[in-house]
T-cell receptor, first 112, second 114 residues
Framework: AQRVTQPEKLLSVFKGAPVELKCNYSYSGSPELFWYVQYSRQRLQLLLRHISRESIKGFTADLNKGETSFHLKKPFAQEEDSAMYYCALRGNSGGSNYKLTFGKGTLLTVNP | KAGVTQTPRYLIKTRGQQVTLSCSPISGHRSVSWYQQTPGQGLQFLFEYFSETQRNKGNFPGRFSGRQFSNSRSEMNVSTLELGDSALYLC?????????????FGPGTRLTVL
């Protein structure tokens, strides 16, 4: 079974402060991890994926297989980063493991 | 390219009724996945269709069913509605059904069951 845990429902930081959204996963194989973001009144969209190892809007995430974590980080938060963030996992074998399993999300609020 | 579209956007039904939701994927995309989003359970996978065949299925009762047409448009049907079926139903499309394929989400259909 695959499981994604985002321990923080809410996270509030001030503009310019570093931000880290935590994501832990449970999966017996080698997973593919994603971060999705949903801004107010917009649809869910992909922010980044671990396989591409890129930085989007200043966010980065490193897959730590030892700690089974994929935390999302940004050194200096901006007010426009305020949104709901979802961590998601997809397995590496065929059949039902290709489905995306989402965490319950973290609502990030960046205060001015 | 136009994004994923879902119709209707809002729906109100009563218990015991059935409902059909529609999803039109991005042009050229052949895979459509459906998710249920609720405040308590978050985003939960319902099923995925690729080339008119159901590829994956989540842990939902048989009242939830779907299908995909030859033009990749997909419909989801819920029979004998229950209060707990009130949720935002999202569909997502991708080029194919592999693990590296990015899913693009629609705006969702908000279903309220009274």
């Amino acid at each position: 079974a695959q499981r994604v845990t985002q321990p923080e429902k809410l996270l509030s930081v001030f503009k310019g402060a570093p931000v880290e959204l935590k994501c832990n996963y449970s999966y017996s194989g080698s997973p593919e991890l994603f971060w999705y973001v949903q801004y107010s009144r917009q649809r869910l969209q992909l922010l980044l994926r671990h396989i591409s190892r890129e930085s989007i809007k200043g966010f980065t995430a490193d897959l730590n297989k030892g700690e089974t974590s994929f935390h999302l980080k940004k050194p200096f938060a901006q007010e426009e980063d305020s949104a709901m963030y979802y961590c998601a996992l997809r397995g590496n074998s065929g059949g039902s493991n290709y489905k995306l399993t989402f965490g319950k999300g973290t609502l990030l609020t960046v205060n001015p | 390219k136009a994004g994923v579209t879902q119709t209707p956007r809002y729906l109100i039904k009563t218990r015991g009724q059935q409902v059909t939701l529609s999803c039109s994927p991005i042009s050229g995309h052949r895979s459509v996945s459906w998710y249920q989003q609720t405040p308590g359970q978050g985003l939960q996978f319902l099923f995925e269709y690729f080339s008119e065949t159901q590829r994956n299925k989540g842990n939902f009762p048989g009242r939830f069913s779907g299908r995909q047409f030859s033009n990749s448009r997909s419909e989801m049907n819920v029979s004998t509605l229950e209060l707990g079926d009130s949720a935002l139903y999202l569909c997502a499309s991708s080029l194919a059904s592999g693990r590296t394929d990015t899913q693009y989400f629609g705006p969702g259909t908000r279903l309220t069951v009274l």
